[in-house]
């Protein structure tokens, strides 16, 4: 049942069974729903650590979201497939995707949506080994989402922004973040 669906974890889902919910969508032309389910199975995938099948759904979404003209939803899509391709050690394929979401995203340079987007920048400079580059980006992003009430979010760019210390070497600072 998919109404209940937000209520389990995510390891427990049947990532075929809500992937047949897009077939309905289908059947009923709806590509709005098949943009959005396309991307609650990629963050399901995602979350089960299926990133080849994460990547596909995030794909068709950000086909279905460019269909309807979307630009915000594009952007989204774009960065979920780059903190895929971060998983996976691919930065340059990340960067390139968050390139393009950010440019999309470019008319509204404040939004949760772009702090995503410059999280996940954050993201890559911090594999590179690029700290303090890593911790500005970071930081930039942290303080939108904070700013936004986006309290999830804000939390987890602080504990990539404790990570990006210790990586750095600087332990003290992790362990106060």
């Known amino acids: 049942d998919l109404h209940s669906f937000p209520t389990r974890r995510s390891s427990d ?13 289908e059947r009923e032309n709806d590509l709005k729903a098949i ?5 609650v199975v990629g963050v399901l995938a995602l979350n089960q650590s299926e990133w080849i099948r994460a ?3 995030y794909r068709s979404s950000m086909e279905a979201y460019e269909r309807l003209g979307r630009p915000i939803d594009v952007a989204l ?15 340059d394929d990340a960067e390139h995707a968050l ?13 949760t949506e772009h702090a995503f987007a410059t999280g996940q920048r954050g993201r890559v400079a911090m594999a590179r080994g690029d700290f303090d580059d890593a911790l500005a980006i970071l ?5 939108v989402q904070a700013a936004a009430g986006n309290t999830y979010d804000a939390v987890v760019l602080d504990a990539l922004i404790a990570e990006t210390y210790q990586l750095a070497g600087n332990g003290p600072a992790a362990l106060e973040r």
């Not at 889902?13 to 969508?25: G, H, K, S």
């Not at 390139?99 to 939004?111: K, V």
């Open 13 to 25: 889902l049947d990532l075929d069974r809500v992937a047949r919910a897009i077939e309905v969508w």
């Open 35 to 39: 943009a959005h389910t396309h991307n």
């Open 55 to 57: 990547l596909g759904h």
């Open 77 to 91: 899509q774009l960065t979920n497939l780059a903190e895929v391709y971060i998983f996976q050690g691919r930065l």
């Open 99 to 111: 390139g393009r979401a950010l440019r999309l995203l470019s008319s509204s340079p404040e939004s």
């Open 139 to 143: 930081g930039e992003a942290r303080d």
